[in-house]
């Protein structure tokens, strides 16, 4: 008899250690993922206020577009896609980099992160190796590419970035022996320097 309860309580105590794993798994993997925060809506830009200099999308009155607070984990080879930004003052990147306030060069291999890799600034100045087209190119991180907002502006009525975007200076893409004509969208994977 002492036997069966021991059993039935070990037993017991087994689906419920495992019903804890299986929860704490699930929630971790739920933490893990990205999902949209929310839509913004678009609005028609003023005249001569949404900076096309490197075929920069400008937001569509009424078209809502998706927000994201968060990016894909970092990995050793992130995935995500490169875009083509100016960092010069007149430039299609809009204002100051958030990182210091200070406009940058193309020249110079800089790069500004979706929101949830910018991380609250906690990747200001520090660089990252791009990998693509059988090239690596080591970057600075200087701005946030918004994923939280967008067609205002102050973002130079573009969209919000999605939540997978290293936009880089024209150095970067030379960098990566990028032909010009193709400088716009690749897909890269990338890692902390």
Request: net charge negative.
């Amino acid at each position: 008899m002492e036997k069966r309860r021991i059993k039935a309580f070990s037993m017991k105590n087994s689906v419920l250690l495992l019903i804890v794993l299986l929860l704490t798994y699930s929630l971790d993997i739920e933490a893990q993922q990205c999902r949209p925060s929310g839509r913004i809506r678009g609005r028609k830009p003023p005249s001569d206020q949404c900076n096309q200099e490197n075929d920069s999308d400008c937001c569509k009155d009424g078209k809502y577009y998706t927000t994201y607070k968060c990016s894909p984990e970092v990995t050793s080879y992130t995935k995500a896609f490169l875009t083509l930004n100016s960092f010069e003052a007149g430039g299609d990147g809009g204002g100051p980099s958030e990182c210091d306030k200070q406009y940058h060069s193309d020249d110079t291999p800089i790069v500004a992160l979706s929101t949830g890799w910018f991380n609250h600034k906690s990747k200001c100045h520090k660089n990252i190796t791009i990998t693509a087209n059988g090239h690596s190119v080591a970057a600075m991180v200087v701005d946030e590419c918004d994923s939280t907002m967008g067609c205002d502006q102050v973002h130079d009525y573009q969209p919000p970035c999605d939540n997978n975007i290293v936009d880089a200076s024209k150095a970067v893409w030379k960098a990566l022996g990028v032909p010009k004509d193709d400088w716009g969208w690749l897909e890269i994977t990338w890692t902390d320097a």
